[in-house]
T-cell receptor, first 115, second 116 residues
Framework: AQKVTQAQTEISVVEKEDVTLDCVYETRDTTYYLFWYKQPPSGELVFLIR??????QNEISGRYSWNFQKSTSSFNFTITASQVVDSAVYFC????????????FGKGTRLHILP | DGGITQSPKYLFRKEGQNVTLSCEQN?????MYWYRQDPGQGLRLIYYSQIVNDFQKGDIAEGYSVSREKKESFPLTVTSAQKNPTAFYLC???????????????FGPGTRLTVL
């Protein structure tokens, strides 16, 4: 069975601090895809990144970075120098190759950036 | 602009009434999905469709129905059989080019349904 766990339900940090959102996944398949989505207060989910299981390189996009470690089944997301606009719910998700195109979402982490 | 539209943003209905939520996309995506979001629950898949005139049940299909008569449209009906319909409903679509290659889903703005 596939599963995504985001153990941090809610996090609050002061603006300009760095923050890491944890994501642990479970799958027995060797080919799979991992995603992060952002849900701002408006409600629409915004796609941030997709990673396939054969690419363990860390990814950096501006203030955002992602650390994928197959050894610990983790795909953590770090925001550097956080800003108030980063306040949102963040979802980690998993889909498995050669199955249907369903994406399995974690329960999300609500991030508060305090001014 | 290409994207997914859902209407209305807020919807109120009396208990026992069926209600249909609209979802339209102009991204030329083959696959479309309906999710339900409750506080603290994340997203749960209701129905999905990979091709016109075909759809499959997701994890929580009971009390819901869908149709896919056109590629661009995937309306969701919340029936009176759904015991707790008050929730935030999100529609999504994805490109199936390179089928099962883990293509990302793109989401609409959502409809917040309140049953009184």
């Amino acid at each position: 069975a596939q599963k995504v766990t985001q153990a941090q339900t809610e996090i609050s940090v002061v603006e300009k601090e760095d923050v890491t959102l944890d994501c642990v996944y479970e799958t027995r398949d060797t080919t799979y895809y991992l995603f992060w989505y952002k849900q701002p207060p408006s409600g629409e989910l915004v796609f941030l990144i997709r990673r396939n299981s054969f690419d363990e390189q860390n990814e950096i996009s501006g203030r955002y970075s992602w650390n994928f470690q197959k050894s610990t089944s983790s795909f953590n997301f770090t925001i550097t120098a956080s800003q108030v606009v980063d306040s949102a719910v963040y979802f980690c998700a998993l889909s498995v190759h050669l199955r249907d195109d369903k994406i399995i979402f974690g329960k999300g982490t609500r991030l508060h950036i305090l001014p | 602009d290409g994207g997914i539209t859902q209407s209305p943003k807020y919807l109120f209905r009396k208990e026992g009434q069926n209600v249909t939520l609209s979802c339209e996309q102009n991204l030329n995506h083959d696959a479309m999905y309906w999710y339900r979001q409750d506080p603290g629950q994340g997203l749960r898949l209701i129905y999905y469709s990979q091709i016109v005139n075909d759809f499959q049940k997701g994890d929580i299909a009971e009390g819901y129905s869908v149709s896919r008569e056109k590629k661009e449209s995937f309306p969701l009906t919340v029936t009176s059989a759904q015991k707790n319909p008050t929730a935030f409903y999100l529609c999504a679509s994805s490109d199936l080019t390179g089928f099962r290659q883990g293509n990302e889903q793109f989401f609409g703005p959502g409809t917040r349904l309140t049953v009184l």
